[in-house]
């Protein structure tokens, strides 16, 4: 019994001395064989334990690898994916400058073409009755007859260039080109600053592009074919937006504040479109359609009053009554033509009506913006409720408390006053 308890003994001393100097040799070993690239010897069943271990050690260095690799290409394919939308939007930006200088230069053309056709009328009209009146007092023969016929003739063309001014309306047509202008300018501006702030995304790309289009439609560089009617049976506000449905609107808990936006504030905002659509863009459309009345009786009216000026200066000296009142109609309605085209060309009436149509679609796009805003579902979807007040007291010409005082303004009643204080 005493050999069988010390050969334990030993046994057991010489297992735990093995196994605290197992390790030490492996790595003696596994040291030896990397320096001479020999095959290490199989390791004792005792040492599998440290296996898993050394397995998780290999995998966390791998997974620790691979995720600064995996962000890496994230981060490339972000930058690649942002640097194609910046040169798409700069793209944009380039054929914008270019329509708006277009626009610009077209329009400064037109307004010429008023300015040119309204003094060549005006001269034509007024030698046509001064002829015409110099006819009544030659007394007859050849000279006579060469002033009526002058006469007849200058009235004849007057006439004729009064009809092509009147379906065009050059005057309308500087304006329409000026407003392009201005709204591509505008848009180049935002295209701009959505590059200069935030990263911009595809989204905003064509954005852009569906404004361009929508632009292009509403202002047409060309005379035939796509030209805007100037004499609509109906008239609508000036539409030089791409249009949008909104979505549904999400309303906010009372009080709570997200994004800058509160129920106050969309009460306050939809009281602010209550007005526009009660004062501002009802009495821009009301004045669009007076001035189109006029426009469109002062149309009429001159060449009709050239075509009488010309039937009378040609029937000059046919006889002594009928000569007489020929005198007057060639003289007195040659007068009157010269007032009406002074009238509606030199004051430019078409372009008076342009500008009120162009003035109810600046307040139909303040409407629709603010409703697009209040629809969204997500308050956090939606511009940054102080800022967007600010920018709504900007386009109008208020203050943020003359703002707020407009929409608190109960009940409302037709002597409210208007939403602008700009037009």
């Known amino acids: ?14 297992s735990s001395s093995s196994a605290s100097d197992i390790p030490r040799d492996i790595r003696a070993a596994a040291s030896k064989s990397r320096a001479s690239h020999l095959s290490v010897l199989k ?29 890496t290409n994230m981060r490339n394919d972000e930058a690649n994916c942002n640097s194609k939308v910046v040169e798409e939007l700069y793209a944009i930006m380039e054929a914008v400058a270019d329509r708006s200088e277009m626009h610009k230069n077209i329009g400064v053309q037109r307004d010429n073409w008023n300015r040119l056709l309204l ?20 007394g007859g023969g050849a000279t006579l007859l060469a002033l009526k016929l002058s006469s007849t003739l200058l009235y004849t063309a007057a006439t004729g260039i009064l009809m092509v001014m009147n379906n065009i309306q050059p005057s309308q047509l500087a ?24 990263s911009p995304s595809l989204n905003d790309v064509n954005a852009a592009m569906e404004k361009v289009l929508a632009l292009d439609k509403a202002y047409p560089l060309p005379l035939l074919g796509t030209m805007l009617e100037k004499f609509p049976k109906t008239v609508e506000p000036a539409v030089w937006w791409p249009r949008e449905v909104g ?18 504030l969309e ?15 009802a009495e821009y459309v009301r004045l669009s359609k007076l001035v189109l009345k006029v426009n ?34 060639g003289v007195v309605f040659g007068a009157l033509a010269t007032v009406v085209n002074t009238l509606e ?34 308050v956090g979807e939606r511009e940054n409720g102080e800022l967007f007040e600010v920018k709504v007291a900007l386009q109008l010409g208020r203050s943020l408390p003359g703002l707020q005082n407009l929409a608190t303004t109960h009940p409302p009643s037709p002597s409210n006053e208007f939403a602008s204080k700009l037009f």
């Not at 009460?267 to 863009?281: F, Q």
């Not at 004051?347 to 009506?353: A, E, I, K, L």
Request: net charge positive.
């Open 175 to 198: 304006e329409e080109q000026r407003n392009a202008a201005r709204l591509f300018k505008n848009l180049h501006q935002q295209i701009k600053t959505v590059v200069a702030v935030g």
């Open 247 to 264: 979505s549904q609107h999400e309303k906010v808990s009372g009080g709570v504040e997200r994004n800058g936006w509160s129920e106050k």
């Open 119 to 138: 003094n060549s009328v005006n001269g034509m009209t007024v030698t046509a009755a001064t002829m015409a009146g110099l006819a009544s007092l030659s």
């Open 345 to 378: 060309h030199g004051g430019q009436v078409g372009m008076v009506f342009e500008m009120y149509r162009s003035t109810a679609g600046y307040f139909q796009l303040m409407e629709e913006t603010i409703e697009s805003t209040l629809k969204e579902k997500e």
């Open 296 to 329: 469109k009786i002062l149309a009429i009216c001159g060449p009709l009053f050239t075509g009488i000026a010309a039937m009378g200066s040609a029937m000059v000296g046919s006889s002594p009554w009928n000569g007489s009142w020929a005198v007057v109609l």
């Open 267 to 281: 009460e306050e905002m939809r009281e602010v479109v209550g007005v526009l659509k009660r004062k501002d863009a």
């Open 43 to 71: 390791l004792p069943s005792g040492n599998l334990v440290h296996e898993p271990s050394r397995k998780n050690c290999f995998q966390t260095i791998k997974s620790g690898e691979m995720k600064p690799l995996i962000r």
């Open 1 to 14: 019994m005493a050999t069988i308890q010390s050969s334990s003994l030993l046994f057991s001393s010489f």
